[in-house]
């Protein structure tokens, strides 16, 4: 008889009229998706809520203008009516690029697309209109410094520690039937009383070797080896590599039981400071661009600032000190105290 699928678990009609093989195949399909599904919403969830704004425009969607970052890379952000100050009616939109860059492979001009289907056209330099010279009409942003979107990065993730949580099935399910058994067709229900006396915690089991239960029945252990811990170990790592793609501190030895030192801690943290820095920066220069084409007050700033261990006199930190700060002041979180009780290290604060 051959395999079945799971009778207990839902199977479309259109499936089952295909036959149990084709139902496993579908099954087995089903779950490697749902298994990649939940580490996607995972990182998605993280990738869009690293950051909150200030100053936006109502009109303006938040947690749409992340989502477009995380999955284009870039949006952008104009009037519908680029004339009309008195309605300006702010919208944002991903946007491909038209005709030639600047110099510095930065668009000009760009065609915004809304996701109902609305397109406008605009310039995000100076550009030479119907009266001569005209001021940019739209601004760029962009998720990072490289203009490259993490979408394809944590896809690839993704992907990974699925296949790792289908390994880690197999390995457990070998280990679920860890014995075979080879008996005659005669001895079949005598092996498989044994074996119910087995599971049941009999503490000894009574066979006649001459009875036909016994003859000729040889059980084999499957000899798999228990990789599980293993497993989830690699699988640790590939999260920590995602979420240091995403800027968020996430320290692969914080389940080590013995006592990390913040120097140590900090000094292992750059990978991610760095991804960090990026795409802040690459929001800091929307803002900045937004102030000088449209006179917006907007500000970014992440939603849970990274805040450096306290417990640890060797590094000293005012309360208030996060992994979000300027660029070019990084040296001063390594300032140490003097011996008269110095100042805290210096760093501003965003």
Sequence with gaps: MGRKPNLDAFIPPE???????????????????????NWWQLFYTAATSCFKWEGL??????????????????????????????????VAARFSQVGMPDIYNNPNRVRMIAPN????????????GKDGIADADAVACWD??????????????????????????????????????????????????????????????????????????????????YNVDKMLNDQLKLVAQAYTLLGIDNNAAAEK?????TAETLANNEQFMV????????RVQFADRCREVFGLDVKPMWSVPHVPNHDSDDLNYGKEQTSAYKPGVHSGLFSRESSGGGDKANVNVI
């Design 117 to 128: 289907g609305l397109q406008w056209d605009r310039h995000l330099n100076k550009f030479i």
């Design 15 to 37: 499936v089952a009229m295909f036959g149990n093989a084709f139902a496993i195949k579908w099954q087995n399909s089903v779950k490697n998706l749902r298994t990649y599904g």
């Design 144 to 225: 990072n410094l490289q203009r490259m979107p993490l979408y394809n990065s944590i896809d690839l993730l993704c992907t990974r520690l699925a296949e790792f949580d289908s390994t880690i099935d197999l390995n457990l399910r070998a280990h679920r039937t860890p014995y075979i058994v080879t008996v005659p067709e005669e001895g079949k229900k005598n092996a498989q009383t044994m074996f119910n006396k087995v599971n049941a915690g009999e503490p000894a089991i009574y066979v006649n070797t001459l009875s036909s239960s016994a003859v000729g029945l040889q059980v084999f252990n499957s000899g798999v080896d």
């Design 257 to 261: 039981k013995e006592r990390v030192q």
């Design 57 to 90: 425009p109502e009109e303006i969607d938040e947690r749409f203008f992340e989502k477009v970052l995380f999955c284009t890379g870039s949006i952008a952000v104009t009037k519908r009516a680029p004339t009309a100050d008195g309605l300006p009616l702010w």
């Design 275 to 282: 991804q960090r820095e990026s795409r802040y920066r690459a």
